[in-house]
Every structure is written in structure tokens, then in C-alpha cells.
């Protein structure tokens, strides 16, 4: 008789590790497409755990040389910015077109670049050399002047916040034509020129939100800038280095957006906008009516139904935000996230929710960019925020945090969401064993051989897919040379097709710019990489039985 361990029927379905990923555990090897693309939606180039920013630079740009496809990157390019929020790929896919294809680039310039800052950003990797070049050719430099002619003196003053490269550098080396005298003494203006250099334009020329802000800038009193920046149409930034005090705060307060309220509360902390400051009122107390007026704003159910914002963001902002912020504005962000959740779409059946909580999980999402750069965010915060929204919209659905061992995790419904993601985000924190929440779906774990008996649509991974230990051996192989993910996940499919579920999915979600992963995708399986609310529209659409990829997702994208 043959060795049945060897030759069982199971071994013959499971495909043999490609790879080695980071950790030093067998993994699968993305295609080169897909691999980008999960890079795209997440990389940063930024210090992650297992890679440098520099590798990460170095993977970008081996992956863009293997993938012989520029419409495939130009989709890319759009659905990085468009649909993953991201900043730094887009506009390192689209100063790589600028080399590749001129006509694609022109295509989805003002798409990518749809705001200052990433319009900086290019030119900044334009400067580098980083991409096979170092100054603007003739065709990048028309995409320059088309968007600094063709942007509103709202998008342009916005533009020229930040420096290192200044909005300045930018219109000395695309050197716009002005297509009339307003626009002429505009460039001007945000160049620094003096006034005689405009010629035939004047200051009388500089459009109205220009002179209401020299107006702000030179009014020598707080009472006279807060009447100014009460009808100012400006952002919050260009008003800030001027600002005399809290009653022009205050007044610059109610010009923000939700948006940026939520992102600026330690800044209004700072300058007493959340505390009265006339004496009649009792001075340093509470600004009652000031702290009521923002958290209104934050926690505003259409807008935020409007805006179609993720729960992510209130999470960012709760977690940098400082001790001192009132109670009431916190409250206002738990408040949010939980409207947020709405925006979640609702899976077809209750699902298996793996949450990786081990070490490498506690790198900060967006990396160590340098001189102490780092959001406060960490992976395992994203991940564990990725299960409790989940959760919220899908409440018989299981979460199993793990790292080398699963834990039962404690979910109290009266939590927020908030609360209930800094709750998970608390288990582990040792190595990495990605196929223990299939082997507790499988029943391989005491109490929990009751989740063998229920139905699920299938098994959702939220991890950094760096598996390198399986049921207590080092390196993580499975049967057949196999993942330990893949050999649970057939016994899994086993199992509920038993139970009448004739298409269970695997789905895993990952929040790192490694490359690899713990199951390869097939009909059954799909790997997805990202922390936007765009990820749970996929999700979504494929436990329906949508048979839509990752990489398809980006090809739907019209250019």
C-alpha cells in the first residue's frame, strides 16, 4: 500500500509553495499584475517590519519593467489615487508613463495630480532621477502648464502650502504661459516676483480671495482678521502663521470642513479654540458653544453618508488626538464611525474573520518615513478595525484573533466600534500562524469545534501574510509542500460543502507591500490589497459569487 500521508487524495488539489516570503515561511508568488497592484493600493515608501523604503522603490520599479502593459498602468495609476487614496504610487506610475507613454499620461494627468500636493509630489520624483529623469520633458512640462493655467485660485492657494518642493519651484521649471492678467499676477504673486516683473498685470489684477487674504495677513488687530476670515474662501493653512489669536482661530474654526476639524484637533486645542476667552464669560472655561459647534460637524450623518467616508479615518483621528481635547469631541468620533459603518456594504452570509495580531502587526501602516515620521496608526489597528466593521454590519459573523495561537475573542455589543477595534487590537503580538482561523473554522481547537457545525460564506484574512509557523512547526508548510492556509482551507470547503454551502470563498486581505501570499488566487480565492472602503466592495462582490479579481478591478477602470 502507498504512503497514504503522501499520496492522500487532498495533497493532489493543493498547489506546492512558490516562494519564500519575508518571514521565512512558504508563501505563493503574486503575478507580476497583481503584485503591483496590491503595491499600488498599499505601499507607501515608507520603513515597514520586514522591507525598507528603498526596497519597496527597488520592488516598484522591477514589477513596472515586467509589467509590458501602459494602459494597465495608467488604470493602475487612477485606481491607487481614485479608489485607494493613496498618494506616493500614483505619482510614481505617473511620471513611469511620462517615460512609456505621453498620450496615457496626458490621459490621467489631472486624475492623479488631482490636487497640489501630489502634484508637488511628481515633480518631486521627477527631480529625483528615480525614474529616468531628472527634469521635465517637453510633454510633462504641457501636463504642468495645462493643470497650473487650468486650476481655480482656491486649488492654486492651496497648492502652494508646503515646501521642499515649494509650489514656487514648480511654476519656475513649468514656466506657464498665463493665459490672462489675473492669472499673470498670480504666478506672480505665489512666485515672488516683484511687482514690475508682472508687467502688463498690477496688484489690482490678483483675484479677490488673494487680496482678502493680504487683507487678513496685514490687519493689525485679532477683531479686524476675524471679521476678514469670517467671508474668507480660503483653506485654514494659509490663514494659520497670521493668526493674532483665539478669537481669529475661532473664526478660522468655523471655515473648515468636517474633514478637516477632524484632522486638526490638536491644532485648535492649542490655540484655545475649545475654551471662552472673554472675561465676562468666565475666561479658560469651557467654550461650550464652540465644542457643540464641532462636534456637530464631525459626527454630521448625512455628510459623512455623503462623503462615504471609512470608519479609518475617525479611528486616525481618535488615536492622535490629545488627552486634553474635550470629552464631547471624542465622543463625536466614535459617533461618526459607527454612521461610517453604514457605508460598509453587507456580506451575503455571516463569515470567519481571521485577524493577524502578531508582532510584524505592529508596524505603523504607513511606515518610518524618516525624522521620526510615522502615523500613530498601526497595522494591526487597521486590521483590527477591518474585523469590527465587518463585524457591525455582519453581527453573526466570528472574529478570531491569532498570532501563533488563536484567542476567543470577548465582543461586547454595547461596544462602539472604536472601542471593539482597540479591544482586538490587544490580543498577541508573537510570530505568525495565518491558518489557525481556518483550523478553528475547522473545529481543531476545544470550545470551538462548535463553528464546524455552523454555515459561512466563507473565511475573510486581514493580515500582513507573513506566515512562517503551522500547528507549532517552524516554516508553516502544509500537506504536500503546501501553505498551512491552503491545506486548512480544503478541509474547510470540505466542510461546508457538507453543510449544504456549495462555493465557499477564502478572501485575504493585505495591509503590507510584500508581494506574496499564504493562498494563490483561483475561483475560490481572492487576494486584495488596501485599507480604503473600496476593499469591502470587492469583498463583497465576490462572496456574491462575482467572479471579478483584484487586478480586474483595476482593468474595469475607464480611462
Keep these: 500500500m502507498a504512503n497514504k500521508s503522501l499520496f492522500s487524495s487532498i495533497t493532489s488539489v493543493l498547489p506546492r509553495a512558490t516562494t519564500v516570503n519575508e518571514a521565512g515561511g512558504p508563501a505563493y508568488k503574486f503575478p507580476a499584475k497583481h503584485a503591483l497592484a496590491q503595491l499600488a493600493a498599499t505601499g507607501t515608501f515608507g520603513n515597514v517590519f520586514y522591507t525598507s523604503a528603498q526596497n519597496q522603490l527597488d520592488q516598484l520599479r522591477n514589477l ?48 492623479v495630480a488631482d490636487n497640489g500636493r501630489v502634484l508637488r509630489t511628481v515633480f518631486q520624483m521627477v527631480r529625483s532621477g528615480q525614474f529616468g529623469r531628472k527634469g521635465l520633458s517637453s510633454s510633462l512640462q504641457r501636463a504642468f502648464q495645462r493643470w497650473l493655467n487650468d486650476a481655480s485660485t482656491g486649488k492654486l492657494l492651496s497648492s502652494s502650502i508646503g515646501n521642499d518642493p515649494s509650489l514656487r519651484d514648480v511654476l519656475r521649471m513649468a514656466r506657464p504661459t498665463p493665459k490672462d492678467d489675473a492669472r ?17 498685470a498690477t496688484e489690482a489684477d490678483l483675484p479677490a480671495e488673494v487680496q482678502s487674504l493680504k487683507a487678513f495677513r496685514s490687519a493689525e488687530t485679532e477683531e479686524a482678521q476675524a471679521l476678514i476670515a469670517g467671508d474668507l474662501q480660503v483653506r485654514w493653512d494659509l490663514l494659520a502663521d497670521a493668526a493674532k489669536g483665539p478669537i481669529v482661530w475661532k473664526a478660522i474654526a ?21 475654551k471662552n476667552t472673554e472675561p465676562a464669560s468666565g475666561a479658560g472655561k469651557p467654550d461650550d458653544a464652540m465644542i457643540d459647534y464641532v462636534a456637530g460637524r464631525i459626527a454630521d450623518p448625512e455628510a459623512i453618508r455623503r462623503s462615504r467616508q471609512f470608519p479609518y479615518q475617525f479611528l486616525a483621528a481618535y488615536l492622535n488626538a490629545a488627552d486634553e481635547v474635550p470629552h464631547k469631541i471624542k465622543s463625536a468620533l466614535h459617533d461618526a464611525a459607527e454612521i461610517a459603518c453604514g457605508n460598509i456594504p453587507q456580506l451575503p452570509a455571516p463569515v470567519i474573520i481571521g485577524l493577524d495580531t502578531s508582532g510584524s502587526m505592529g508596524c505603523s501602516v504607513t511606515g ?59 490580543y498577541g503580538g508573537g510570530g505568525t500562524d495565518v491558518s489557525l482561523p481556518l483550523r478553528v473554522a475547522n473545529g481543531e481547537g476545544g470550545a470551538n469545534k462548535r463553528y464546524a457545525k455552523r454555515t459561512f460564506a466563507g473565511i ?68 486584495i490589497g488596501g485599507f480604503s472602503d473600496a476593499v469591502f466592495n470587492v469583498v463583497s462582490n465576490f462572496l456574491e459569487s462575482d467572479t471579478n479579481r483584484f487586478v480586474r478591478e483595476v482593468e474595469a477602470v475607464e480611462l
Design 64 to 111: 513596472i519593467d515586467e509589467v509590458d502593459d501602459n494602459e494597465y498602468l495608467a488604470k493602475l495609476a487612477v485606481y491607487s489615487r481614485e479608489r485607494a487614496y493613496m498618494k506616493d504610487m500614483p505619482a510614481a506610475l505617473l511620471v513611469t508613463l511620462s517615460t512609456r507613454d505621453t498620450a496615457l499620461m496626458h490621459k490621467v494627468f489631472d486624475r
Design 184 to 200: 499673470r499676477a498670480l504666478f506672480g504673486w505665489l512666485t515672488d516676483k516683484e511687482v514690475d516683473k508682472w508687467a502688463p
Design 254 to 274: 468655523r471655515q473648515m470642513g468636517p474633514q478637516a476639524l477632524r484632522m486638526n484637533l490638536n491644532t485648535l486645542l492649542r490655540h484655545d479654540v475649545f
Design 368 to 426: 518610518w518615513q524618516g525624522r521620526g515620521r510615522a502615523s500613530k496608526m498601526r497595522c494591526v489597528d487597521v486590521a483590527a478595525l477591518f474585523a469590527a466593521a465587518i463585524l457591525r454590519r455582519n453581527p453573526d459573523s466570528v472574529v478570531v484573533p491569532f498570532d501563533t495561537q488563536a484567542y476567543t475573542a470577548k465582543i461586547d455589543p454595547s461596544d462602539s466600534i472604536l472601542s471593539l477595534s482597540a479591544r482586538l487590537s490587544k
Design 460 to 527: 475573510v484574512l486581514v493580515s500582513d501574510n507573513e506566515s512562517w509557523i503551522n500547528s507549532g512547526r517552524v516554516y508553516g508548510y502544509g500537506r504536500g509542500g503546501s501553505t498551512g492556509v491552503m491545506t486548512e482551507w480544503e478541509k474547510f470547503k470540505k466542510t461546508q460543502r457538507g453543510h449544504g454551502i456549495a462555493d465557499p470563498k477564502l478572501v485575504c486581505i493585505d495591509i503590507a507591500p510584500y508581494g506574496n501570499t499564504q493562498a494563490p488566487d483561483r475561483q475560490d480565492i481572492l487576494n
